[in-house]
Each structure stands twice: as C-alpha cells, then as structure tokens.
C-alpha cells in the first residue's frame, strides 16, 4: 500500500524541520512524499532539495507563487500512491499516525477514508483536541456526516484517502478555505468512512497564517462555503430534522464578516438581504453587540 504524502511549502523554513521529522516517525513501509516548493523566498526551497538529496522516497517539484490550492493541486497531479494524504508544512504528525491508520484500509475494504484525531490550534488558547470513538460509517455516508456535523471539521489534513477520490478532483485555486469547498464532494464520493481514535495531527498556530486571520474576504468565502452546503442539503427530505446546527453555523459566519475590522458593508448588506426579516434582525443585533475581529 504505497502513500503519497503532498506538503506545499511556502516560506516556512523554520518549522519545515520538525514536519520532515514527523515524516520520517511515521512506520510506513512504501512511502512517497512530494513537496511543492510554491515559490519561497526564505530558503525553504533549497532545505527541500537537502531532504530529496537524502531521503528517496521525497521528491521535490518547485514552481512559482500560486498559492495552497494550487500547490496540493501539483502534488495531487504528481501523486503514484494507493493513497493520499495531505500535511501543511508547519504543522505534523504524530509517530505511526499513518502507519496505524493506513492498516483500517485493509480491515474495512469497502471505506475510501479514515479520519484521525487532530489537535487544533495548537500552543494557542484556543487548543483543543478532536477526538473520535472508533467508527465505521457505510449507509447514507453523507447524511450521517452531515447529522455528525462533520462540516464543523472539514480539514483535509487529519484524513487518509484512496486515491481514487482524487483522480478528477481538486482544490479551487486562489480560494481561502478550500477545505470547506471539496471536502463535501469527497464525503458523498466515499463509499465507507473509518472514524479512528489512533494518532494525531498537530496542527500548530502560527502568527499570520491564515486561520489566525480574521479578514472580510477569507470570513465571506467560509459563510459562502456553508451556505451553499445548507442549499445542497435542503432538498434531502432524510437531512430536513438535522439542519438546525448547520443554520446556526451560517449565521455564525455571517456575523463574523460584521465584526471584521475591514467589513464590506455593502456587500455585508446584500448577504444579509437574503434572511428572513427575523434571522436579519438578530444577525445585526449580534455584530453590533460582538467586539470587533
């Protein structure tokens, strides 16, 4: 069982060490790792090219400034494995993480994901692991992600994958929180899920990184994201009890491109437009009465 592991790097050269590390600790036997030099500037690049040096299984493929999307979409393009997974350059894995879970794949031949615990935000205040009581999922997959409120952690990061999924699938290029935009594709594509309680991703809180910034822009393609899962859903009579938490997590995101310092009233207007008179009211009411992102 061959494991194609895709790392974008984009000058993160301080913490590239410690994410190869974790690499090396993972007890798989047949391994390719791919990282994608997306352009840096700070010497990532050519602390990329030692590794390759050293170590067979990694390759490195360099190209010029295209963002996340478009980094994984390279690796993905270049990938020779049974299966995928996906590791942020700042971030790692814990020891044996893929090893152990690669092995459900083989006790459960009809799943095309495992999900594995992940500890969020790590070193910040806002740390917290997600964990899992161990769980095979192989009727109504989507619906009982949905019901499971699996939108709430839609990291592609924390997950092994057939590489099938993959085959016509990628990321949305040039898009924030492109997690959010394929992972519910993959999930109605999988035709069993493993939820597992074995290893960890550790993904760490870095100052300016993405998720530590709380922009109009990256808030409004989130609310964007969620509201067209909620309209997906809304059609399936199976789901129409279990979309409350869904409801409340659109509204949450819209709320917070009120609080953004850098809020695009006019366009914050348009969206709220399309609420219900009640669901707007109390939407305003929150932003005005929340502090400012």
């Known amino acids: 069982m061959k494991l194609s592991v895709i790392i974008p790097v984009y000058n993160v050269r301080p913490y590239l060490e410690g994410c190869m590390k974790s690499v090396f600790e993972q007890q798989v036997d047949d391994l390719e790792v791919l990282l994608v030099d997306d352009g840096s500037t700070d010497?990532?690049?050519v602390l990329c090219d030692t590794y390759a040096a050293r170590h067979p299984q990694v390759r490195v493929i360099h190209q010029s400034n295209q963002g996340l999307s478009a980094a994984r979409n390279t690796g993905l393009g270049r990938a020779t494995g049974d299966f995928i997974a996906f590791l942020d350059a700042d971030d790692r894995v814990g020891s044996g993480t893929w090893g152990d879970n690669l092995k459900f794949f083989s006790i459960y031949p009809d799943i095309d994901m495992v999900e594995f615990p992940i500890r969020e935000y790590e070193?910040?205040?806002r740390e917290h692991l997600l964990d899992?009581?161990?769980r095979q999922v192989t009727k109504a997959v989507f619906n009982d992600w949905i019901i499971q409120q699996g939108y709430e952690h839609c990291?592609?990061?924390n997950k092994l994958y057939r590489a099938r999924l993959w085959q016509s699938r990628r990321f949305p290029v040039g898009q924030v929180f492109e997690d959010t935009a394929v992972m519910p594709s993959i999930v109605r594509d999988c035709?069993?899920?493993f939820y597992s309680a074995k290893g960890c991703y550790h993904y760490l809180s870095r100052p300016g990184s993405i998720s530590n910034s709380w922009h109009y822009a990256t808030c409004r393609q989130l609310y964007l994201n969620s509201r067209k899962?909620?309209?997906e859903c809304a059609s399936?009579?199976?789901?129409?009890?279990?979309l409350a938490p869904l409801r409340r997590a659109c509204?949450?995101?819209l709320v917070d491109m009120g609080r953004c310092r850098d809020c695009d009233r006019a366009d914050f207007r348009r969206q709220l437009s399309r609420l219900p008179t009640l669901q707007r009211l109390i939407c305003r009411l929150r932003v005005l009465r929340s502090p400012k992102l």
């Open 43 to 45: 010497g990532s690049g």
């Open 123 to 125: 070193n910040s205040p």
């Open 132 to 134: 899992f009581s161990p």
């Open 155 to 157: 990291y592609v990061c």
């Open 191 to 193: 035709r069993g899920i």
């Open 229 to 231: 899962l909620l309209s």
């Open 236 to 242: 399936n009579a199976a789901l129409a009890h279990h």
């Open 251 to 253: 509204m949450n995101r």
